[in-house]
């Protein structure tokens, strides 16, 4: 298993490089991804938004081929040990590797090491995991080929002092993109609570639980949401709202 181990005073200053990177970046992820790659050789990584029921939604590949994106999209996902829905994340463990999850002889066993990633060329695997309101808003994914080295204590250690400018761009830009259009459409306090349930994928059940009101409260909240929306149900919301 992984875990922090202490970075040298070149680490130091190649995380500082990075934090200068991104605060002049503004929001472009191509940016800090050819960071990534230039100052701490993370040459293959993908960067995701989730959707509700942590569903990988708008990749932005970097040095990754189309095929195996496409791959990994039509059939591979769901047998990926670190995608977001095989994994409890949290504020205290963002960061993953494939080595935590299975032994390295069941993983060069497994269909997707051998029909995904050795097809490929990959060898080994990070996550890393955004947070919004204690939710997964976001993947950042790496992966190694065979010829390079694999994910080590120091990689994890450097990626944890990377979160905080990181999520600042990826998290940040898409909470306040948020806020500005519930308030340009003229949604409540309470509405907006709703609408934040309904990205989270919550049902009406779930969010009368959560917010202490009846079934047919939400319903009437979430008709008025759909008015002011111009929309007709809860998939048109998310798309109106762009959380993809």
């Known amino acids: ?13 190649k995380v500082l ?31 995701w938004d989730l959707r509700p029921k942590r569903t990988l939604a708008s990749p932005r590949a970097f040095n990754l081929p189309r095929q195996a994106l496409d791959d990994y999209l039509s059939y591979f996902q769901p047998l990926d040990l670190l995608h977001p829905k095989n994994l409890y994340i949290s504020s205290g463990k963002q960061i993953f590797c494939l080595n935590e999850i299975l032994s390295q002889n069941d993983y060069e066993q497994s269909e997707y090491y051998q029909d995904f990633m050795k097809k490929h060329g990959y060898y080994d ?6 947070m919004l309101d204690n939710q997964v808003r976001g993947v950042l994914g790496l992966v190694r ?18 979160i905080p400018p990181m999520s600042s761009v990826f998290m940040d ?17 309470r509405e907006s609570q709703v609408v934040h349930l309904v990205i989270e994928g919550k049902t009406n059940k779930e969010m009368a639980e959560i917010l202490f009101v009846s079934e047919n409260t939400i319903k009437k909240h979430l008709q008025n949401i759909f008015h002011k929306f111009g929309v007709s149900n809860r998939t048109s919301i998310y ?6």
Do not use: W
Request: proline residues 3%.
């Open 17 to 47: 490089s990075f934090y200068n990177i991104v605060l002049q970046c503004k929001g472009n992820h191509m940016i800090i991804q050819k960071a990534l790659q230039e100052i701490f050789n993370y040459n293959q990584t993908i960067l």
């Open 145 to 162: 080929t065979h010829d390079e080295p694999p994910f080590t204590t120091k990689d994890v250690t450097i990626l944890s002092y990377l």
């Open 125 to 130: 695997e990070m996550g890393v995991y955004f």
């Open 239 to 244: 798309r109106v709202l762009q959380m993809k």
């Open 173 to 189: 830009k898409k909470k306040e993109k948020l806020k500005g259009m519930l308030i340009e459409n003229g949604i409540t306090e």
């Open 1 to 13: 298993m992984l875990s922090e181990t202490r970075l040298d005073p070149i680490d130091y200053e």
